[in-house]
C-alpha cells in the first residue's frame, strides 16, 4: 500500500505543476487589463499607467512573471489582490469555511441520499418504483445549478416565504445557541440542495448499476441459501461490493462541487470562495483567480489520490501498477 501511494503522489506532482503553469497561462493571455479596472473612468496619464503596471509586474514578459509566480508559491505566497489591496491568502481563509461548509454539507447529502435512492430503485428493478426514481434522475441531472437555484428562491422564499432568498445569517446577526444555530440553517438549505441535485442524481445512477450488477453474482444467492437476512445481503454483502464504482464517483466530483459552488454562492449571495472568483474574474483580479484555480485543481488531485487508496483498500484486486 506504501508504494501504492508513493507512485500516486509522484504521478500527482508533475499533473498539479502543470495544471498551475496551464491557469497562469491561459489567465495571462487572457484580454483585458486590471490596471484600467483599478484605475476606473479615471483619466489617468500614460506615466502613472506604466508605474502601476510596473508595481504590479506586469510590464514583464510573461516567462518572466510565470518564473516569479511559480516560485512564490513555492513558498506559499499566493500575491496581493489587486481590487481588495490586501494578501491573496487571507482574502481566501476569511471565504474557506463558508464554502467548506456549502460544499461538504451537499457533498455529503448527495452521497447519503444517492446510495439510498440508488439501493432501493436496484432492490424494486424493473417496478414503478425504479422507473420514477430514474425518471426524476435524468430531470435532476440535466438541471443546472444556476437555473434551479432562482427557481427554489422563486418558490420557497419569495412564493411561500418559508426560507431567505440570500445570504449566510440574518442582517442583524444569529442569535446565540441552538436558535442561532436554526436560523443559519435556513439559510444553507437552499443552496445546499441546489448544488447537491446533479450529483445527488449521478451517484443514484451509478450505485443502481452497480448494485444490479452485484446482485446477480453468485455469492449473493449463496448467502440468500445459507439463510442470511435482507439487510445482511443488501448492506453487508451487495452494498459493500458495489462501493468501488460509488465510491469512485464521489471522490471525482469533490472538485466539480467544489468548482460549481461559484454560481450557487453567486445566485443566493453565499460569502465564499466561489463567489469571490466570480467577483475576482469581472474584476480581473489575476492573483486571486489563480490562488482559487490551484486550489480548486489541488482539491480535484489530493481528491482523486484519496479516492484511489480508498479504492485500492476496499478492493485489492486494483492494479498495483
Known amino acids: 500500500m506504501a508504494a501504492f501511494i508513493l507512485r500516486r503522489v509522484l504521478h500527482a506532482l508533475p499533473l498539479l ?27 489617468a496619464p500614460p506615466e502613472y499607467l506604466a508605474q502601476m503596471r510596473s508595481e504590479y509586474g506586469l510590464d514583464q514578459p510573461v516567462w518572466v512573471q510565470l518564473g516569479h509566480y511559480l516560485w512564490k508559491v513555492l513558498h506559499g505566497d499566493f500575491g496581493y489582490s489587486f481590487a481588495a489591496q490586501q494578501p491573496v491568502s487571507s482574502l481566501i481563509l476569511d471565504r474557506l469555511g463558508a464554502t467548506l461548509e456549502l460544499t461538504l454539507t451537499a457533498l455529503l447529502f448527495a452521497s447519503v ?62 442569535a446565540p445557541g441552538w436558535e442561532g444555530f436554526v436560523q443559519h440553517l435556513h439559510y444553507l438549505v437552499l443552496p445546499a440542495f441546489a448544488l447537491s441535485l446533479r450529483y445527488l442524481t449521478l451517484i443514484t445512477r451509478i ?41 469512485t464517483v464521489i471522490g471525482y466530483n469533490v472538485g466539480f462541487v467544489l468548482a460549481g459552488s461559484a454560481l450557487v454562492e453567486t445566485v443566493f449571495g453565499w460569502p465564499g470562495i466561489g463567489r469571490l472568483l466570480y467577483e475576482s474574474i469581472s474584476k480581473r483580479d489575476y492573483p486571486v483567480m489563480l490562488a482559487i484555480l490551484l486550489m480548486v485543481s489541488a482539491t480535484v488531485v489530493v481528491a482523486n489520490l484519496l479516492t484511489d487508496v480508498l479504492h485500492r483498500w476496499l478492493d485489492p484486486r486494483v492494479e498495483r501498477a
Open 17 to 43: 505543476l502543470a495544471v498551475v503553469v496551464l491557469n497562469f497561462l491561459l489567465i495571462a493571455f487572457t484580454p483585458g487589463d486590471p490596471i484600467t479596472l483599478l484605475v476606473g473612468d479615471f483619466p
Open 113 to 174: 441520499v444517492g446510495i439510498a435512492l440508488g439501493v432501493i430503485a436496484a432492490m424494486r428493478a424493473g417496478k414503478p418504483l425504479d422507473g420514477g426514481i430514474q425518471a426524476l434522475g435524468s430531470i435532476g441531472y440535466s438541471v443546472p445549478d444556476f437555473w434551479l437555484g432562482q427557481l427554489l428562491i422563486l418558490a420557497f422564499a419569495i412564493g411561500l416565504g418559508w426560507l431567505p432568498s440570500q445570504g449566510y445569517n440574518p442582517i442583524r446577526g444569529a
Open 207 to 247: 450505485t443502481r448499476a452497480a448494485m444490479l450488477e452485484v446482485l446477480h453474482a453468485d455469492y449473493i444467492l449463496a448467502s440468500r441459501a445459507r439463510g442470511a437476512g435482507e439487510w445482511t445481503v443488501i448492506v453487508g454483502h451487495a452494498l459493500r461490493n458495489a462501493g468501488a464504482p460509488v465510491l
